[in-house]
């Protein structure tokens, strides 16, 4: 734990005295100089010029009854500027009417001597607010301190978050025939219909900046699922049997369950697992009621899944497979289009439509490489040879 020294501090402390007149500036450097560094201007002029420097002093001492800029012009341009408006004024004057005293308070002094001063009197009341000011700092720079800190924390938390989802969604992958950087496409195909929807009236009370960010998070946990389903069925080089299909349609329930397991583990709910279920879930639901695992229809399909439906079909198309070559961007469309009202929400297929460019765009800069498909390939290859 840190602990704040006034007395370390008032010696460093600064005093910038400001008055007009020689013999009251060699009274206060006099005075002031054995417990403190000594600063003076006299002119309010010239005090505000002392002022643009980077050092600040930690307290100023202002005469009012000066030519040109009195002390309270002088207290007003202080505090009109970001710099100085927290640095202490004490006015030290001759003018000792309460009209006067109050002018000086209410414009942000910090307190009001008169002249002829009492030495003792002016010493305890700048101990009292260079301590003050001391004191301020200190916690100004301990708040910082501690929001960097939190700020640096959460940076941490969600990086090691962002990499396990990651490292999760790979683990599906890794089993499946898919290429590799099927999470990455999809992640930014969502997003981008996302975006392209936020202000449709239909989504625009779910899509918010938040919820999309949510959604990016969410998106590669789609098919974790994946890891539950045995190789022989994951990996299989062809079409799946009627028995073989419906052991590969539970990737939906085992993905949800693996998922609310985790949630449960973490005793919270956390706005990306409730939406990594329902994409999980929901995504092979279709628009007409023809999908799996529940055969919920329409709007009763979660968006996030209506997302995913269109992003996953069509990086499904144009993906080569170990048994396929991926189709061409027109034919993977000419299917989505197929779809619509369908397998797909119409809304979600046209703005598709209008963001093919951008999915061309994703699905080159996270293309596969030939070594991703020759070790899917040597995969295969290694489980044919064991059955």
Partial sequence: MIYFDSADY???????????????????SGLLKDLYRVKVANSGEKALKYLENDTMPDLILLDIMMPKLSGYDVLKELKSNHKTKDIPVI????????????????????????KPISAPIVMARVKVHIENKAAADFLKDQNHYLESEIQKRTREILAIQDVTILAMASLAETRDSETGNHIRRTQFYVVALAKKLKN??????????????????????????????????LLKNGKFTPEEFEIMKTHTTIGRNAIA????????????????????YFHQEKWDGSGYPTG????????????????????????????????????????????????????????????????????????????????????????????
Avoid at 308 to 325: F, G, N, P, T, W
């Fill in 200 to 233: 449709h009236p239909r989504f625009a009370h779910f899509l918010s900046e938040t919820m999309i960010n949510t959604l990016f998070k969410s998106a590669p946990l789609h098919d974790i699922g994946k890891v539950g389903i045995p190789d022989h069925i």
């Fill in 10 to 28: 008032i010696d460093r402390a600064t005093i910038l005295v400001v008055d007009d007149t020689l013999d009251n500036l060699t009274l206060m």
């Fill in 261 to 280: 397991h985790a949630e449960k583990q973490l005793g919270m709910e956390v706005e990306f697992l409730k939406t990594a279920k329902e994409m999980a």
């Fill in 296 to 387: 919920i229809r329409g709007d009763a399909i979660p968006i996030s899944a209506r997302l995913m439906a269109v992003a996953d079909v069509y990086d499904a198309l144009i993906s080569r497979r170990i048994y396929k070559e991926g189709m061409s961007h027109e034919e993977a469309t000419s299917i989505i289009v197929e779809g619509k009202n369908r397998h797909f929400d119409s809304d979600v297929v046209d703005a598709f439509l209008e963001l093919q460019d951008e999915f061309i765009s994703i699905a080159a800069r996270f293309s596969d490489s030939d070594e991703t498909m020759a070790i899917k390939a040597q995969q295969t290859a290694r489980l044919e040879v064991i059955q």
């Fill in 91 to 114: 006015f030290l004057t001759a003018m000792s009417s309460i009209e006067d005293e109050k002018k000086g308070l209410e414009l942000g002094a910090v307190d009001y001597i008169t």
